[in-house]
């Protein structure tokens, strides 16, 4: 079992609808969590990190981790074309150990 | 100014050269990275340095050798280049002291030929 598991794509969704992702991690002494965006091209860049269980939302973006369950998902809502990339999970645990999970890719169809 | 920056862009080489690529960040973060990214868009950590000393050293082959002259500059050296080292390399940068998210430079996209 890979130690941060993401559904590669693409995962095809209309313009204005809700995109779900999810990653999935083995290492349950996982501390943080990311969700890096990566458009074709370019480098990843940062647009949520979440902590502890439940829900952080900042702006059409939530995250939202279960430690117990050990997954952690992005939502985008009111999807926009402009959102079409590869979204990165990361994954922090102890000893400073970093993974990124493989990515999954989002179209959004106007 | 650009918080992390690496250079060059592009390196095209031949099999069994010797190249770097550089990288610097002015965010005052204590804490650097060299990733690499394959054709299947798979992002794998290389090394990490805190303040100048290494933390992380993943298995790679050892004709890749970073060098951190401080803690604002990172550069990895790749000795005897092969085929298969071709790839995205990208640099980031955090400051683990407060469990900030990585900032990534524009990467290096190697290809040996």
């Known amino acids: 079992q890979k130690e941060v598991e993401q559904n590669s794509g693409p995962l095809s969704v209309p313009e204005g609808a809700i995109a779900s992702l999810n990653c999935t991690y083995s290492?349950?002494?996982?501390?943080?969590f990311f969700w890096y965006r990566q458009y074709s091209g370019k480098s990843p860049e940062l647009i949520m990190s979440?902590?502890?269980?439940g829900d952080k939302e900042d702006g059409r973006f939530t995250a939202q981790l279960n430690k117990a369950s050990q997954y952690v998902s992005l939502l985008i809502r009111d999807s926009q074309p402009s959102d079409s990339a590869t979204y990165l999970c990361m994954i922090k645990a102890a000893g400073n150990k970093l993974t990124f999970g493989g990515g999954t890719r989002v179209l959004v169809k106007p | 100014d650009t918080a992390v920056s690496q250079t060059p862009k592009y390196l095209v080489t031949q099999m069994g050269n010797d190249k770097s690529i550089k990288c610097e960040q002015n965010l005052g973060h204590d804490t650097m990275y060299w990733y690499k990214q394959d054709s299947k868009k798979f992002l794998k950590i290389m090394f990490s340095?805190?303040?100048?000393?290494?933390?992380i050293n993943e298995t790679v082959p050892n004709r890749f050798s970073p060098k951190s002259p401080d803690k604002a500059h990172l550069n990895l050296h790749i000795n005897s280049l092969e085929l298969g080292d071709s790839a995205v390399y990208f640099c980031?940068?955090?400051?683990?002291?407060?469990?900030?998210?990585?900032?990534f430079g524009s990467g290096t996209r190697l290809t040996v030929v």
């Open positions: 290492d349950r002494v996982s501390q943080s």
């Open positions: 979440i902590y502890s269980n």
């Open positions: 340095y805190n303040n100048k000393e290494l933390i």
């Open positions: 980031a940068s955090s400051q683990v002291r407060t469990g900030s998210g990585y900032t």
